[in-house]
Structure formats: C-alpha cells, structure tokens
C-alpha cells in the first residue's frame, strides 16, 4: 500500500540525549515536512524539503535537524538543544509546488524524561 | 506573515446538530485552503480543499464548507452531526506564492454526544 510511514509511534528519552525519528514515504512524493503538535496551538512547521539534497528550516527549527539524502526518507533529529521537545512529530509529503494537497502519515509521540 | 485563526476551542453538540466551524485567515493574494480531520487515535486526513472555481465545496462524510474571500474565511459545515464526527478539526491556507506550505489553525475539538 502506498502511504507515509513514521517510525517508531512511541518513544522515550531521557534528556539530553539526540533521537531520530524517521519517514519513510512511498507516493513518489517530491516534497516532504516535518511538523509539531502540542495541544491547543495546531501544528507547527519545522522543516520542509522541496527536493532531494535539499530542505529549508520552518518555523520552529531551533533543536532539530534533517537530511533528506533519498527522496523516500525524511528523518528528524531531535536533538538535547530543543528546550521542550515532548511532542506528537507528523511527518507528511506532497507532490511539490503550489497547490498540492499534503498527506500526513500517523505520528510519532515522544516523550523526553 | 500568514495565519489562520480558529475561534473555536471545543464545541459540543448533541446528535443531529447543524455545525459550522469557523476558519479566518490573513494573506490578501490568492490561497488555497484546506480542513484536515484528526478522529480518536487516527492521522489527520483530508476532508475537503478548495483551490478554485465553486466557493461551495463539498467533502467527505457530508461536510462542506464555504469560501467568501471578502471576508477571509472558509467556514466548515454539517447539517446533521453524527456521533462519529467526534474529532479535532484543523483548517490550513496555502498561499500561492511558491513554497507548498500549509499554515494551521489551532483546531477545535468536536465533541458529539449521542
């Protein structure tokens, strides 16, 4: 099945320590992103990558970071620099440009103790 | 900057309920928008964008929602709520300038009691 797949769904650290999550997609998707929901404030933009080789940071990039080497994989490090990094993580993808509906895959929670 | 606004924190609604979620937004050029649905335990899906045309669309399940540009808004609707529309209800705006990038609202929580 095609689809977004975010791995692990949960996962615990303990602080400062770096964590990956990783997002794998399967859509031939060119664009993918990375977003946070905390309760009562949405979704927030961290990083976005329009194509391979190639990702801009969003709006909240301070203590994260990305690589998008393949254009199936989009991980997201978390690392001890992000202040509150306890979230739900959605991973999404869109065929690129202007317009384009983005589909989200299924989260990942972490919690950092 | 851009930005969608949700008024709507929670609303509450008895089975068979008319709804209307509002949704405004900021940017004066030429948007797309979109309403995701988050149910109990699932991913946000879609569940109806408007790019052009119609200003009425329709989604699924029976939502619908309407985009006046005059007053920025694209209000979300239902005429008969049912208990399985219980659900966070997020709406986004995509500006047409480029970057395919969606700003979110801060979603209201529908709860529908039976």
């Known amino acids: 099945d095609g689809g977004i797949t975010q791995s692990p769904k949960y996962l615990f650290r303990k602080e400062g320590q770096n964590v990956t999550l990783s997002c794998e997609q399967n859509?031939?998707?060119?664009?993918m992103y990375w977003y946070r929901q905390d309760p009562g404030q949405g979704l927030r933009l961290i990083y976005y990558s329009q194509i391979v080789n190639d990702f801009q940071k969003g709006d909240i990039a301070e203590g994260y970071s990305v690589s998008r080497e393949k254009k199936e994989s989009f991980p997201l490090t978390v690392t001890s620099a992000q202040k509150n990094p306890t979230a739900f993580y959605l991973c999404?993808?869109?065929?690129?440009?202007?317009?384009?509906?983005?589909?989200f895959g299924e989260g990942s929670w972490l919690t950092v103790v | 900057a851009q930005s969608v606004s949700q008024h709507n924190h929670h609303v509450i609604l008895s089975e068979a309920a008319s709804l209307e979620l509002g949704c405004n937004y900021s940017?004066?050029?030429?948007?797309?928008l979109f309403w995701y649905v988050q149910y109990p335990g699932q991913h946000l899906q879609l569940l109806l964008k408007y790019f052009s045309g119609d200003p009425l669309v329709k989604g699924i399940k029976g939502f619908e929602a309407e985009f006046i540009k005059s007053k920025f808004s694209f209000n979300l609707r239902k005429p008969s709520v049912q208990w399985s529309d219980t659900a966070e209800y997020f709406c986004?705006?995509?500006?047409?300038?480029?970057?395919?990038?969606?700003?979110f609202g801060t979603g209201t929580r529908l709860t529908v009691i039976p």
């Open positions: 859509l031939n998707h060119d664009a």
């Open positions: 940017y004066g050029g030429t948007v797309n």
């Open positions: 986004a705006v995509n500006a047409i300038t480029g970057a395919n990038n969606l700003f």
């Open positions: 999404a993808s869109s065929t690129g440009g202007d317009g384009n509906t983005i589909y």
